[in-house]
């Protein structure tokens, strides 16, 4: 039972423009939520966290958008830069903390230059 | 480079075989955690060591175990091995009590 679910197996945006990542959770105890990065050949990297008692957190050109009623939150990129291509994990725990991360399957983003 | 070190990267072995996967983490980190990849599906939960002793268990089947030595570092030891078995497998660490996670790069393992 998958109770992080990305439905976008793959996204292209062009350089410059704006990458928006979706994730949708099931499990309403979730209250910690993590995006990481992966390259090829590289393990992932943690990029952004938000906790529930916020909305939204922002670091830089990211930004990560908590809906708790729809239990949705994405990723905003912008602006996209080809560096930004790799994978992208949404990750979430039941516990603030790094205890039994549950993951997404990863959208693969590519920045079209 | 997060900090954290797997080895061997890639290994290939037949069915019915014992592997060890091993993993270093982060200098003071004490927690190590386990992490299956398979084709196409995300991180799944493996389990989990604090200073040694087991803190979470996840989806881990009985033909594999784990343990965390008194160096901090881990051993991820996969048994009876199957064609479903081939995955990456990735350690991460952490100080115990934050929420960021530090990956290896992963080992690559195919049964063939």
């Known amino acids: 039972d998958q109770q992080v679910k990305q439905n976008s197996p793959s996204l292209s945006v062009q350089e410059g423009r704006i990458s928006i990542l979706n994730c949708d959770y099931t499990?309403?105890?979730?209250?910690?939520f993590l995006w990481y990065k992966k390259y090829p050949a590289e393990g992932p990297t943690f990029l952004i966290s938000?906790?529930?008692?916020?909305d939204k957190n922002e670091d830089g050109r990211f930004t990560v958008f908590l809906n708790k009623s729809a239990k949705h939150l994405s990723l905003h990129i912008v602006p996209s830069q080809p560096g930004d291509s790799a994978v992208y994990f949404c990750a979430a725990s039941a516990q603030t903390g790094a205890n039994n991360l549950f993951f997404g399957t990863g959208t693969r983003l590519t920045v079209i230059p | 480079d997060s900090g954290v070190t797997q080895t061997p990267k890639h290994l290939i072995t037949a069915t019915g075989q014992r592997v060890t996967l091993r993993c270093s983490p982060r200098s003071g980190d004490l927690s190590v955690y386990w992490y299956q990849q398979s084709l196409d599906q995300g991180l799944q939960f493996l389990i989990q060591y604090y200073n040694g002793e087991e803190r979470a268990k996840g989806n881990i089947l009985e033909r594999f175990s784990a343990q965390q030595f008194p160096d901090l570092h881990s051993e991820l030891n996969l048994s009876s091995l199957e064609l479903g078995d081939s995955a990456l497998y990735f350690c991460a660490s952490s100080s115990g009590t934050g929420e960021k996670l530090f990956f290896g790069s992963g080992t690559q393992l195919s049964v063939l």
């Open positions: 499990n309403s105890m979730f209250d910690y």
């Open positions: 938000i906790s529930s008692i916020k």
